[in-house]
């Protein structure tokens, strides 16, 4: 039985193959390895002119030729990737402009070189970032603006697809960096303008403050000592960790209150504390120093209608409560009267919050408040016990630990007349509290609270006595 012949078509195209490539004109050639076939333009035996060059795999090549090579404008799809070139070709390659349109999404439209991105040229990505300035060797290199898909913007160097070198990258919530990067990351002098107000000017190392703010601290001597009814100045210091100021950090944002000494009773003290009523139960605060306290008004000289920096000139020496009126108050211990002053408000204080400039912050003309509503000023008074206990037979003495309450101290403003000082703290032991309330928070945390002791004393107890008229600075 005879074998099968070749079919036609494969005749035809051996036929095809076999023959010489057109010499010149419009004509069709397969080449021997048959990977490649071409339909176009012939000059002088090689494709010149218009043509389309397919390949086996399904890409293909359309535009033009010069001299058998692919030169000039075209058109290029590449089967195993799926992305698309049309622009400029030199030798098969693309090069000059083009726009390159990627499988994955995004494309490039600029300069090409050996079909690399080289020289400039606008990238879109898959997630519709855009990188528009210079290329070298497919990446972003030199100088670029680079719009993220959150909205933040950078301007500046790049180097192998890296911002380095000097760039200012824009947040969308209002942050600013300038200055130098290294590998994506602020490295070397930058400034740093946080959404919250706070300001780093100087050395960044790996992103981070090289003289970054660690603590607050309130200047002074361990224990200050005020004079009843004094207004006084409270120095305040950003440090790092080796205890030098946080000269490189402005605008954070500090609110100083205040906190009294919180005792339960019975308890003995020649300093006054207070008791709160059921109703104004709060959780004390612990401190460094010992002891809780509560939270006590603070207010500020001139924001209380006092005149500012003015010192208290008619406080009662020692004893808010006078020799006869504790005697009286002895003799009556069923009774504990609550001596308040009569008028009270809510005391605005515009100067409660300070910006810090340069690592440093300054609270001016600081007054404690009177005792708020609900919490009861005591004393406790051993010396005046005892001598209640001397009495003759008959009369009334309290129980060991009786507590009496303090009168509003009195003052002389400097016109000489003298005034209830609803703005005065009574006598005893407080504490300062400075918070750091940055919002948002500075590099996403705030420092510690910085807490400080404060004595009230009576005017002759406290050796920091001052001439009226000059405010206490701490």
């Known amino acids: 039985m005879a074998a099968a012949g070749p079919s036609p078509g494969s005749l035809r195209q ?18 021997p390895n048959s990977f490649f076939r071409y339909e176009g333009e ?5 494709k010149h002119g218009h043509g389309k060059l397919l390949f086996k795999d399904g890409g293909y090549y359309e535009g033009e030729f010069v001299d058998g ?10 089967a195993w990737s799926g992305n698309t070139y049309s622009g400029q070709f030199v030798l098969g390659e693309p090069q000059g402009h083009g726009i390159m349109k990627y499988k994955a999404g995004g494309h490039y439209e600029g300069e090409f070189s050996g079909g ?26 030199g100088h670029g603006q680079m719009f993220f898909k959150n909205g933040d913007k950078y301007d500046g160097d790049w180097v192998r697809d890296q911002r380095q070198g000097h760039g200012v990258l824009c947040y969308t919530d209002g942050s600013t960096y300038e200055g130098q990067w290294h590998s994506n990351i602020w490295s070397g002098l930058g400034t740093l303008a946080h959404c919250s107000g706070v300001t780093y000017c100087g050395l960044w190392i790996n992103g981070h403050p ?14 200050l000592e005020v004079v009843q009814g004094s207004s006084f100045t409270l120095k305040v210091q950003l440090q790092q960790d080796d205890g030098e100021v946080a000269k490189s950090e402005s605008g954070r944002v500090l609110k100083i209150s205040a906190g009294v000494r919180y005792v339960q009773l019975p308890a003995y003290s020649e ?60 003799d009556n211990q069923g009774d504990t009267p609550s001596i308040l002053p009569a008028e009270r408000h809510e005391p605005r204080c515009p100067e409660a919050c300070q910006r810090v400039e340069h690592g440093c912050a300054e609270f001016v003309d600081i007054l404690l408040g009177p005792p708020p509503p609900g919490m009861q000023p005591f004393l406790f008074l ?57 919002t948002p928070p500075f590099l996403g945390h705030r420092l510690p609270t910085a807490f400080k002791h404060l004595r009230v004393l009576a005017k002759g107890d406290s050796q920091s006595s001052q001439v009226p008229g000059d405010s206490q600075k701490l």
Not at 15 to 24: G, I, V
Not at 42 to 46: F, M, N, R, S
């Open 42 to 46: 012939w000059k002088g035996g090689k």
């Open 210 to 223: 090289a003289a970054q703010a660690k603590r607050i601290v309130a200047l002074g001597p361990e224990v």
């Open 69 to 78: 090579e692919i030169t000039g404008e075209g058109y290029q799809h590449w």
């Open 116 to 141: 690399l991105r080289e020289g400039q040229g606008f990238l879109e990505d898959q997630d519709g970032q855009v990188y528009q300035g210079s290329f070298h060797g497919n990446k972003k290199h």
């Open 382 to 438: 051993p010396s005046m016990l005892e001598k209640a206990y001397r009495r003759p037979k008959g009369s009334q003495s309290p129980p060991e630990g009786a507590a009496t309450s303090q009168e509003p101290p009195e003052s002389t403003r400097s016109n000489g007349t003298t005034v209830e000082l609803s703005a005065a703290a009574y006598l005893g032991e407080y504490v300062l509290m400075i918070c750091d309330v940055t």
């Open 271 to 330: 300093v006054s504390f207070f008791k709160m009523d059921e109703d104004h139960q709060e959780t004390p605060i612990q401190t460094p120093f010992g002891f809780q306290c509560i939270s006590y008004p603070l207010s500020f000289a001139t924001s209380c209608g006092l005149e500012p920096r003015s010192s208290v000139e008619g406080a009662r020496a020692n004893l808010p409560l006078s020799k006869g009126d504790l005697e009286q108050a002895l």
């Open 14 to 31: 051996r036929r095809e193959s076999s023959r010489r490539p057109p010499r010149d004109g419009y004509g069709v050639y397969v080449y």
